[in-house]
DNA sequence: CAGCTGACAGATTTCAAGTTTTGTCATTCG
DNA sequence: CGAATGACAAAACTTGAAATCTGTCAGCTG
């Protein structure tokens, strides 16, 4: 290739961002290293120098996609009102993402749910950062007297796991049925009136 | 073949016994119509006469398989105890029962889970025939003012869903971790702290 | 001499030809 | 006459030889 160099230095950065490309291109199954490499206008030897196997590429790239979304958990988490209701938008916030990826480019979320089911450690690490979020949100909670709990980490992962159904890429044959946010609305409220303490009832909801 | 018509007529109940047979025997990848139908001693042509397709037979076979678990688990729902504890005994009976068979032979349990992703049909009977178990006693736990609920079926949806998790065949990876019946305990006690209504709290656990 | 290349071995994937399987139905069997 | 057969076409799978890809590394290049 004559294209050597340009865009500077080869870096980590500018790998993954070319694998990123080439991944929403090709599909994770037709997306070989040499074809990162040729975007790149690099051979694919210079590739390995940064990253030791295809999968770790893979990985990392999962997990960019991944740690996008933290930003707006983080500032819903760290957002003013009621404790419960914003345990209920960190939990939303991911669920819609989600839904919304998978509705508006269905090809790449499969394709996408596909590599991280592969990729266990970004994915093992998403999941710690949505749960410390929670922990966070309840801790503070439990401090304020609006939510009951014994200990905020095992509530955290409690409502982590209630809701899969809504967030784990792996249900997302069921995010199709419209009445997928309905669904949610009545898990959460159960969640909600098993988080509040004994005596005080969820406002703004009937039922 | 010789075996002509060994064990009477060939009824659908026959063919679903023997294709069950083939199934666990070959697994869901190598069993063919043809094998069925050598099990039976009769022609594949034969097989048609009673199963317009070989998915049909396939969802009859993992019809028969979900219904299994139905008895036990209308038992618990029509026991006797505390309304909040049955509904947690059907979820916990749904998601055991699974998990042991998970683990007792994960290879047929892969393969059934397989089957069970494509068929569709018997899939809903079967989530429906849990529902309305949890109803009922939602239901029941209402009328004697146990539990909380403005509409008993979309409460028992909605702790159904919240326990996907637990009995979803497309989690089972999730099966192996051990700590996996704490974690159905601690969604459980959030499920029930939003099931009581308020003023009562649960007894017989702390937290 | 740091960073990159490209030839290479072994592993994996592709593709086209050959085989098996599904589903139908005219015919046979009891 | 109803139930079962098996020959058949089309679809789906298997197979294995050829092509491609992954990961390494000795050597090149700026």
Redesign the interface.
Same mark, same amino acid.
């Given at each position: 290739m004559s294209t050597s160099n340009a865009g500077g230095p080869l870096t980590p950065e500018r790998i993954l961002e070319a694998a990123d490309e080439t991944l929403r291109r090709f599909g994770p199954a037709k997306t070989t290293v040499v074809d990162v490499a040729r975007a790149l206008g690099v051979s694919h030897g210079s590739v390995y120098r940064h990253f030791p196997t295809k999968a770790d590429l893979r990985d990392a790239v999962v997990d960019r996609w991944l740690q996008r979304m933290h930003p707006s958990l983080a500032a819903v988490a760290d957002g003013e009102g009621a404790a419960a209701e914003r345990v209920r938008l960190v939990l939303w916030t991911l669920a819609e993402t989600k839904w919304t990826q998978a509705r508006e480019d269905p090809e790449f979320f499969t394709a996408f749910a596909e590599l991280a089911e592969d990729a266990r450690t970004p994915v093992v690490a998403h999941v710690d950062f949505v749960v410390v979020q929670l922990t966070k949100v309840i801790a503070e909670g439990v401090a304020r007297g609006e939510i009951?709990?014994?200990?905020p980490k +095992? +509530?955290a992962? %409690?409502?982590f796991? %209630? +809701?899969?159904?809504f967030h784990?890429p792996? %249900?997302r044959s069921e995010w199709v049925r419209p009445a997928i946010d309905e %669904?949610f609305a009545?898990?959460w409220?159960?969640?909600?009136?098993?988080?509040l303490p004994?005596?005080v009832?969820g406002v703004g909801e009937?039922?």
């Open positions: 009951a709990s014994a200990d +095992t +509530t992962l %409690a409502v796991d %209630a +809701t899969a159904k784990n792996a %249900a %669904a009545n898990v409220r159960l969640l909600r009136d098993g988080l004994r005596g009832r009937s039922g």
